[in-house]
């Protein structure tokens, strides 16, 4: 199926410092800015457990040649149209497009200051 990065935070480790890495080891891109756009809560049945995804919008330096990293098979630079019509999960469709309202402008306009995660702070504790 197709969809965006995501993973797992480690233990020890913060959400945005895990999106940077899952991008890194998923596609071997470099995040230049990265934004935080929504919380998504999910139900593992296999587990009866109720967990949150954060999701993050990620701008990367055009142009962008994408590694893939060994769990993927295919990657694709996509509209947000042809990524709609692709993607399997409807919370994901839903999630691409907070990302690319937010961003139309080239960034979070009003909001920059609340929604952008400062890239110094990736590289502290």
Do not use: C, K
């Amino acid at each position: 199926s197709w969809e965006t990065v995501h993973g797992h935070v480690e233990d020890g480790e913060r959400p945005e410092d895990a999106a940077v890495r899952e991008v890194r080891e998923e596609t071997g891109l470099d995040i230049e800015r990265l934004y935080n756009v929504t919380v998504q809560p999910f139900y593992l049945h296999a587990t009866a457990t109720v967990q949150m995804a954060v999701v993050f919008a990620a701008v990367v330096t055009a142009p962008a040649a994408i590694t893939l990293g060994g769990e993927h098979q295919r990657g694709e630079w996509l509209s947000v149209d042809e990524a709609l019509d692709r993607f399997a999960w409807p919370r994901e469709r839903s999630a691409l497009r907070d990302a690319a309202h937010l961003l139309a402008g080239g960034d979070a306009g009003p909001v920059e200051d609340v929604l952008r995660v400062p890239l110094n702070v990736l590289d502290g504790p």
